[in-house]
C-alpha cells in the first residue's frame, strides 16, 4: 500500500533543462530512447568486496544496446573506460552530479552494484536490477519487480560454496562489505558475464 502511494520528488525545473541540454549536447541519439543507467564499482583497483569489474558487464551492454536503448554508464574518473557505440560513459565526461540524479529518475532501469546511486532509485521509484551483491539485509531490493544476484560464497577453508540456505541462517544483517577482503576468511567470486546478461533478459522478459 506504501509503495503504491509514494510519489516520486520532482527535480527543480533549472536543473531538468540544465540536464536536457547536457544529454543533448553528449549524447543526443539518446533522445528517441528508453535508457538503461549503469553503475558498477570498480574492484579492478582497489578489492572492494562488492564492486566489480566492468568488462563482466559487457555481454549486457551489448545486449540493451542491440534491443535500442541508451546506456549512460555513471561513475568518476578513477573507473576504467568503457567505450561502445550505444553508450555514453559519463564517468570520463565532467559533469554536474545533478546530471546522474536525473538520469536515475528518467531510467528505464538501473543496473548497479552495491553503491549509493542504486539506492536513488528508491527515491525515484525506477526499477533496479542489483548485481554482485555481497549481503543478504540492506542492499537487497525491496520494490516489487526489481530483481538482484548476489556474489558467490565459499569458506576459504575447504573452498565449500555458501548456499543460500546458508545465506538465511546468518544474522539479518550478514554481509560482507569491506574495501580489502584478503584477510576474511570468505572468499567471493562475482558474477560473470552470461549471468549478468541472464539476469537482464529476466528483467525485460519479466516487463
Known amino acids: ?45 582497489i578489492n572492494f568486496a562488492r564492486g566489480a569489474d566492468i568488462k563482466n558487464y559487457g555481454l549486457a551492454i551489448d545486449h540493451l544496446i542491440e534491443n535500442n536503448f541508451h546506456v549512460f554508464r555513471l561513475g568518476d574518473s578513477s573507473m576504467p573506460a568503457c567505450k561502445k557505440e550505444g553508450l555514453t560513459d559519463l564517468a570520463n565526461i565532467k559533469h554536474e552530479s545533478f546530471i546522474d540524479l536525473y538520469l536515475i529518475n528518467s531510467a528505464f ?67 560482507i562489505n569491506f574495501d580489502n577482503i584478503d584477510d576474511l576468511d570468505i572468499s567471493l567470486e562475482e558474477n560473470s558475464k552470461s549471468e549478468i546478461l541472464e539476469a537482464l533478459r529476466d528483467y525485460l522478459s519479466f516487463y
Open 1 to 45: 500500500v506504501l509503495e503504491s502511494n509514494y510519489k516520486s520528488p520532482e527535480l527543480p525545473k533549472v536543473l531538468i533543462k540544465d540536464s536536457e541540454d547536457f544529454i543533448n549536447f553528449h549524447a543526443p541519439e539518446s533522445l528517441n530512447k528508453k535508457w538503461v543507467v549503469l553503475h558498477v564499482l570498480d574492484n579492478t583497483k
Open 109 to 175: 532501469l538501473m543496473i548497479a552494484n552495491q553503491s549509493g546511486p542504486a539506492y536513488a532509485t528508491n527515491l525515484f521509484d525506477t526499477n533496479l536490477l542489483a548485481t554482485n551483491l555481497t549481503d543478504w539485509s540492506t542492499a537487497v531490493t525491496r520494490k516489487k519487480g526489481n530483481f538482484f544476484i548476489n556474489k558467490v560464497f565459499y569458506n576459504k577453508s575447504d573452498n565449500t560454496r555458501f548456499s543460500v540456505s546458508n545465506l538465511l541462517e546468518q544474522d539479518f544483517n550478514f554481509q
